[in-house]
């Protein structure tokens, strides 16, 4: 680059600076007047918010709390009751290789070790361990814990 090239490319910034700030001060940008309550509220509506009063939050938030309450008192006093699961029944599962993570829960599920085998996909995308299943014979009862699989599966 030589002189008369940077002098061309500083008149070029210069005229542009000008130009920008002649049609700025040509054409303001326009600010527009605050809202008032009615338009904040028809714009609010509009875009699906719920409109009310502070009396009105107050009475759900005190009804909601009651409920809240009811529920953690009747936690509280509830006995949690487990059905036994037969421990006899076993399944005996040989994982292959090229078997996907989806077709041994489709297995384990069809064979009662559990009752939903997405809770068992979930659990290894959750932890990464769905590329740490070994090869192997494995077997299960159905009172087993589904960290306690998915420990066997990948030891």
């Known amino acids: 680059m030589n002189k008369s090239t940077i002098r061309a490319f ?12 002649g049609y700025s001060y040509v054409f303001p940008i326009e600010k527009k007047a605050s809202l008032t309550l009615e338009e904040a509220k028809v714009m609010l509506e509009h875009n699906g918010y719920k409109i ?6 107050k009475k759900e938030s005190t009804s909601k709390q009651q409920v809240s309450e009811t529920i953690s008192d009747a936690k509280k006093q509830a006995v949690p009751i487990q059905a036994e699961k037969p421990s006899a ?10 078997m996907t993570p989806e077709k041994i829960a489709e297995i384990l599920e069809n064979e009662g070790i559990f009752e939903n085998g ?15 299943i070994q090869i192997g014979q494995y077997t299960f009862t159905p009172n087993m814990e589904l960290t306690e699989i998915v420990k066997m599966l990948t030891e």
């Open 52 to 57: 009310e009063s502070a009396e009105t939050s």
């Open 118 to 132: 997405v809770v068992f996909l979930q659990y290894l995308k959750e932890n990464q361990l769905i590329k740490r």
């Open 10 to 21: 500083a008149a070029g910034i210069i005229f542009t600076s000008a130009l920008v700030g």
């Open 89 to 98: 029944v076993s399944y005996t599962l040989t994982v292959e290789s090229g």
